[in-house]
């Protein structure tokens, strides 16, 4: 009886705290889309209230009396009954928050929200020098994190724990090595093969309005509810999830080039469909919540390149797009299929393709470990780029600014994030053979249009469950099997091989 | 010593509970405009959860030590010194806060709330009854606060309080009586009158992107800056300051009707030129903030109809409205001048013209106050009232619609806000003409478009002053004389006697 008043008593806190995150959430997602110039500062001192607020709850001691009430009891003896799952998370999550004292906190904060600024001044000037005494600030800090919250040697470990529960470097290092040279083979075999796609078929005079219109079509028809979200414009596409009911995606346009908005849209809407299946029974608790970013990824990903640049797509919508979109009237479907997955090394990650967007994400995987590792300094990072750039991808930057600096996650702090990319497109592409091996051809699937199906089983198998397995329990929950990176190279193969024609 | 700390403590207080006020409001502004129908469960929820930090915050019993300090102290000794003006605010709201029992905050709250829903749900299908009970239950809960925080025999007076600080019903009772005669004088000779206004001329089809175009650039000349501001849709037009730098207004467009939305967001501009006029160093204290809802509405309705429907004003713009608006082409100035200023009785208090809408408020005040004095019961409502329309404007409602149930204040339990409409018009017509004494002809400064010069005016009058003087003490600071109800009628009776050429 105790424990019961003592979960029914944890359930209503969290829930309270994920009430004052969710209410962060809006004033986030107005910074990053309306916020008038002159509300920035403002916006600061209520953010600053607010993280106030949610380190304060994070941190409450009576967390801990609580939590020891319900893990010594028969509420917790399957672990993957509700009880027993929340009691998990809010075991991990009270513990890494009582790791940080106060003071490390509130510097990661400001250190974070400083070195974002600061990027954001020197990346169009080029200025690695001006930027590198805050990436050192911040790299210091989360050694330091990093530090206090390990519980063995590696202490890259602690920061990827923050986005990927139970994952670890060493696992994580072992299936990216799996990929590296499968990826270079296929990369090389499309290179080499005498099909070449024409992307500036993709090209043209095209309308906001034009765009918009399609682009909701689009997101009507894979399931993206406007009664339960909006999009709106931003300058960095994300996805924001204020409540249930309440999920919001952004995108932005480019006149010339249509293709950079639908896909980052549908991109968005596949961590949102992801959100709109979680429990909502369960909100505001770790059994309803999404499990790590990998996962989020893995739904996001899927979306935009799984389904969205398959052929079974364009064989529904290229039509239409026609419609919308005047100069595709001259090009065959083909000719646009191929365009829309052209393989080509690019310096910029955010403008990888399929193929080779891994190989962005392996090299900084490698250099975040090392960083933390102190193998190497921030000072070595720009060498150390450029080397790994020549190696996985045979191209090399001509300044930093389309380097080093290209990506944000660094300068906010965000190191441990950029596994979950890839790891996100292994996830996807394991649970795409076995929703094939469920469904059908997914091809002929979405050639169909019948994307509800689609979205049923993944809201069964990944959205449904919330954070009820870890994420590497989850797949083998979801496929039978443990993760496996040979699917993502079966995937890349198979598609690509067909795509530009090679052997 | 000790009072300079206790000053300082609840100088940082205050601005803390400001700021979480601050991001309620951008909660309640984006319920307004963005939030996705499914999304307003928890939007609810948050809104508790901000409900209940304020609500905990106001009635902190460390307030009551603190300003103990302070007002034995010499701070508070020149009583227009920011920390005495500061002091004088803070212990009304803490000592009005603390005698509401909590139990009763609470059901205050959850019953406006429902009864909103209620009389949203009830007004369109003019269900009067299934309206009643939820009113019945609001007027009882709005007794009992009055009752609680009444220091004399006239509880109505504790409900004009928490709009007007320092009014009394018997004092707006004059003011109002001054105003009857004269308005029906007036009322009757403009329906006696040869002259007709012909409003079907500003009928015609009028794409939103060119009112939006127009009112773009009009506010713009007025002052509405848009790097510390923003305009957007909403069903009910309202202004929300969410911080400094950050003021936002919404209108509403009829495609058929241009000047609905003109005359809306200018009014809603004058509640922001207000809000950005206020000192930004003491945001977050009474001396930064607003000092009344008349003194609010005396800034909005100058701009709608002293500036915006002035002779002056149109000669600055009717040719570029012309140029907006094609179907205005073949229309005279002069026409389109009486068209825009028609005095009509009307069921719709939002729809009155300058003369009748005081009427409107009068009666609303005089229902009111008869409500708290338990003079007239919620179910007397429907026959007072259509004597009311019958005896003040000679019109009585075919519905209740359009009728008793037309406005959303009672429901929401804003019993004691009415008078601040009146209130508004009377306090403009006396800064209007105190500002002509400065400045010389408003109509001419109109007709050269130095907007700013007025604003500059409006600012160092009234903007600037916060919440220094009481609204009563501030009007005769400003103009050197008492509120006097007079100037408004020489104001009504002036423009109207020239506009229908009366005598």
């Known amino acids: 009886m105790h424990a019961k008043k003592a ?9 309270e705290t994920a009430r004052y995150d969710s209410i962060r959430q809006l004033l986030d997602w107005d910074q990053r889309t309306f916020l008038p110039k002159d509300g920035h500062a403002h916006r600061a001192a209520q953010l600053a209230t607010l993280a ?7 941190t409450d001691p009576k967390i801990g009396e609580m939590l020891g009430e319900v893990e010594n009891s028969k509420m917790v003896r399957d672990p993957l009954a509700d009880e027993a799952v929340n ?3 809010w075991r991990r999550s009270y513990t890494r928050a009582c790791k940080i004292p106060e003071q490390l906190a509130v510097e990661l904060t400001r250190s974070a929200s400083e070195g974002e600024s600061a990027w954001q001044e020197s990346k169009p000037r080029n200025d690695w020098d001006g930027f590198l005494p805050h990436l050192e600030r911040i790299v210091d ?3 330091e994190e990093a ?6 040697d590696e202490f890259y470990d602690a920061l990827i724990e923050e986005f990927e529960p139970g994952e670890r470097a060493e696992r994580i290092d072992v299936l990216f090595k799996k990929l590296l040279e499968p990826l270079h083979e296929l990369l090389d075999k499309i290179l080499g093969a005498e099909k070449r796609p024409d992307t500036s078929i993709l090209r043209g005079n095209i309308p906001v309005s034009a765009q918009e219109a399609f682009i909701t079509h689009i997101l009507a028809c894979i399931g993206f509810d406007r009664a339960r979200g909006r999009m709106d414009l931003s300058a960095h596409p994300f996805t924001s999830a204020i409540g249930p009911g309440d999920i919001r995606i952004t995108t932005r346009y480019d006149e010339n080039f249509f293709s950079s908005a639908l896909f980052s849209a549908i991109h968005e809407t596949g961590h949102a469909l992801y959100g709109h299946g979680l429990p909502e029974k ?22 935009e390149n799984m389904v969205a640049r398959s052929s079974g797509f364009w064989k529904r919508f290229y039509s239409e797009a026609q419609k919308h979109f005047h100069h595709l009237e001259a090009i065959s479907p083909d000719d646009f299929y191929l365009a829309i997955n052209e393989v080509r090394p690019d310096l910029i990650r955010t403008e990888a393709d399929e193929v080779t967007y891994n ?6 995987f490698e250099l975040e470990r090392a960083l933390i590792r102190r193998e190497i300094e921030p000072d070595d990072l720009p060498e150390a780029w450029n080397e790994k750039m020549s190696e996985y991808l045979g191209i090399v930057p001509p300044d930093f600014a389309s380097g080093v600096m290209q990506d944000v996650h660094w300068s906010g702090g965000a190191i441990g994030y950029f596994p979950s990319y890839a790891l996100g497109n292994i996830y996807a592409a394991q649970l795409y053979f076995k929703a094939a091996e469920d469904m059908g051809s997914l091809d002929q699937v979405f050639e169909s249009g019948n994307f509800q199906d689609f979205v049923i089983w993944l809201r069964r198998k990944i ?4 954070s009820r397995y870890l994420p590497r329990d989850l797949i083998k929950a979801a496929t039978g099997e443990e993760l496996n990176p040979d699917y993502l190279v079966r995937y890349l193969t198979s598609k690509y091989g067909e795509l530009y024609a090679i052997d």
Chains 1, 2 share one sequence.
Not at 52 to 58: A, M, P
Not at 282 to 302: C, D, F, N, Y
Not at 359 to 364: D, E, S, T
């Open 359 to 364: 190989l962005h994400i392996i090299m900084r």
């Open 463 to 466: 959205h449904s469950q919330g």
């Open 87 to 89: 009691a998990r998370e």
């Open 52 to 58: 106030g607020v949610l380190s304060k709850r994070n």
């Open 282 to 303: 369960h909100w505001g608790t770790p059994r309803g919540s999404a499990v790590s970013m990998a996962i989020h990824e893995s739904q996001s990903l899927m979306w």
């Open 141 to 143: 800090l989360k050694r």
């Open 7 to 15: 979960y029914a008593w944890l359930l209503e806190y969290f829930r």
């Open 147 to 152: 530090s206090l919250l390990a519980s063995g």
